[in-house]
């Protein structure tokens, strides 16, 4: 099982790591090691042939699953498709989901919540060009 640790921190940010993907096992949440306020991101990977032991829903939150490297199936209530790395899978509220590994390799994922319905502006109409900062990234 991979652990997430939290790196460093300050006033502003939050920087945590589940360290190598590739190497990446199990299950792991983020918010309490970054602090996030407004969405809840974990890491997952099943094994070849395995899928999560139990189907379930959010009443509250969507998510948005993405898949960073295998491939298998995903269901969401009847639903039955076909799913691969690059693959990104946004599942509603109140409805029955469930994600099968069925590539040789295992099947490493993000699953992002957030609150159906709580995105307003975003990208260029939230975002803020700024000039008052140098670089120190050199
Ligand atoms: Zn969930």
Do not use: W
Request: charged share 20%.
């Amino acid at each position: 099982m991979s652990e997430i640790k939290t790196l460093n921190h300050g006033e502003k940010f939050s920087h945590a790591s589940v360290g190598t993907l590739h190497g990446f096992e199990g299950k792991q949440f983020v918010k309490d090691a970054t602090g996030a306020t407004s969405c809840e991101i974990s890491f997952g990977t099943l094994p070849s042939g395995a899928e999560v032991p139990f189907f379930h829903s959010h009443k509250e939150n969507e998510e948005n699953y993405i898949i960073l490297s295998g491939a298998g199936k995903f269901q969401v209530d009847n639903n039955v498709f076909d799913i691969a790395e690059g693959s990104v899978i946004r599942v509603a509220t109140n409805c029955d989901r469930n994600l099968k590994c069925t590539s040789s390799e295992p099947m490493t994922y993000i699953c992002i919540q957030a609150k159906e319905g709580s995105l307003g502006a975003y990208t260029m109409t939230d975002a803020v060009i700024s000039e008052g900062t140098a670089s120190l990234l050199s």
